[in-house]
């Protein structure tokens, strides 16, 4: 599968977007589209919670040194910027939760 990218090359360097191969994800993952970085792989674990054996908890990891793991600390450092334009009072909206 091709998906575009956000790579940056050297560190400091400008974030060049680029098409890539994309792997099928194996067992215990699964790739997501993101509609900025493109496709993410991401590995999951389920953990069953002792105190409510009917709730699932599902974490899911990128593994260091790949695209997605790349990808995933550009769309942080890109939120993190963004953090103080947000208006608090609207944040459960963009959420999706109600208000």
Same mark, same amino acid.
């Given at each position: 599968?091709? !998906?575009? &990218? %956000?790579?940056?090359?050297?560190?400091?360097?400008?974030?060049?977007? /680029? /098409?890539?191969?994309?792997?099928? $994800?194996?067992?215990?993952?699964?790739?997501? =589209?993101?509609?900025?970085?493109? %496709?993410?792989?991401?590995?999951y674990?389920l953990?069953? *919670? &002792?105190? /409510?054996?009917? @709730?699932?908890?599902?974490?899911? #990891?990128a /593994? $260091?040194?790949? #695209?997605?793991?790349?990808?995933? !600390?550009? @769309? %942080?450092?890109? &939120? &993190? !910027? =963004?953090?103080?334009?947000?208006?608090?009072?609207? *944040?459960?909206?963009? @959420?999706?939760?109600? %208000?």
């Open positions: 599968m091709k !998906s575009k &990218a %956000a790579l940056q090359v050297e560190p400091g360097g400008p974030v060049v977007i /680029e /098409e890539i191969d994309i792997p099928d $994800p194996g067992p215990d993952q699964v790739t997501v =589209q993101h509609p900025v970085v493109g %496709a993410l792989t991401l590995s674990d953990l069953q *919670l &002792a105190a /409510e054996p009917a @709730l699932t908890m599902i974490t899911y #990891t /593994e $260091p040194g790949t #695209t997605t793991h790349d990808n995933l !600390s550009f @769309l %942080a450092s890109w &939120a &993190a !910027s =963004q953090e103080n334009d947000i208006d608090q009072n609207r *944040l459960p909206a963009l @959420l999706g939760a109600d %208000a």
